[in-house]
């Protein structure tokens, strides 16, 4: 079975402040999206990155995917309040039409 | 409209009542999916449909019932519920084993 580990799993940081989010694996994923949900809402898909080694950008949030395509992480610099919200990484179950999700990182931007 | 759509979006109900979630995809895709969302805890994944036909079901008690009348529509019929059940209901939709897409949920109470 696929896993992906993230960490931290908790972080609460003063605003100006970067940060870095792991998402972990022993398995290769054909892709990982990351996500950024908001209480009481649906997860909000931010990035989807399939090539290894590939880096986006969106905005002040940085997403690259590991060499071998079992790693991912998310760094954003200068963080902000509107930056608060539980990160996922997301992955296809492969051969499945499952996604499996990490165990997400809670962030905290404090004004 | 677009995007993933779910209504109601808060729902409280009394153990014996009866109520259906509904999910409308606005996105062409081929699959849809139910994720019940538990304070504090990861997505745990419930129904997945592939063309209105059930690939998954993870062992979701009977008092659930999903029911997928075409490829753009998803209902989640809920029956004696128990209070343990409110929860987060995340619709999500997606494209063969492309990323999925969620709708902002149903915040369920049960009394």
């Known amino acids: 079975t696929q896993l992906l580990e993230q960490s931290p799993q908790f972080l609460s940081i003063q605003e100006g402040e970067n940060l870095t989010v792991y998402c972990n694996s022993s398995?290769?994923?054909?892709?990982l999206q990351w996500y950024r949900q908001e209480p009481g809402e649906g997860p909000v898909l931010l990035v989807t990155?399939?090539?290894?080694?590939e880096v986006k950008k969106l905005k002040r949030l940085t997403f690259q995917f590991g060499d071998a395509r079992k790693d991912s992480s998310l760094h954003i610099t200068a963080a902000q309040p509107g930056d608060t919200g539980l990160y996922l990484c997301?992955?296809?179950?492969?051969?499945?039409?499952?996604?499996?999700f990490g165990t997400g990182t809670r962030l905290k931007v404090l004004a | 409209e677009t995007g993933v759509t779910q209504t109601p979006r808060h729902l409280v109900m009394g153990m014996t009542n009866k109520k259906s979630l509904k999910c409308e995809q606005h996105?062409?895709?081929?699959?849809m999916y139910w994720y019940k969302q538990s304070a504090k805890k990861p997505l745990e994944l419930m129904f997945v449909?592939?063309?209105?036909?059930?690939?998954e079901n993870n062992s979701v008690p009977s008092r659930f019932s999903p029911e997928c009348p075409n490829s753009s529509h998803l209902f989640l019929h809920l029956h004696t519920l128990q209070p343990e059940d409110s929860a987060l209901y995340l619709c999500?939709?997606?494209?063969?084993?492309?990323?999925?897409?969620f709708g902002p949920g149903t915040r369920l109470t049960v009394l």
């Open positions: 999500a939709s997606s494209d063969y084993y492309n990323e999925q897409f």
């Open positions: 398995s290769v994923f054909s892709s």
């Open positions: 990155v399939v090539t290894g080694g």
């Open positions: 997301a992955g296809p179950d492969s051969g499945t039409y499952k996604y499996i």
């Open positions: 996105l062409g895709h081929n699959a």
């Open positions: 449909y592939n063309f209105k036909e059930q690939t």
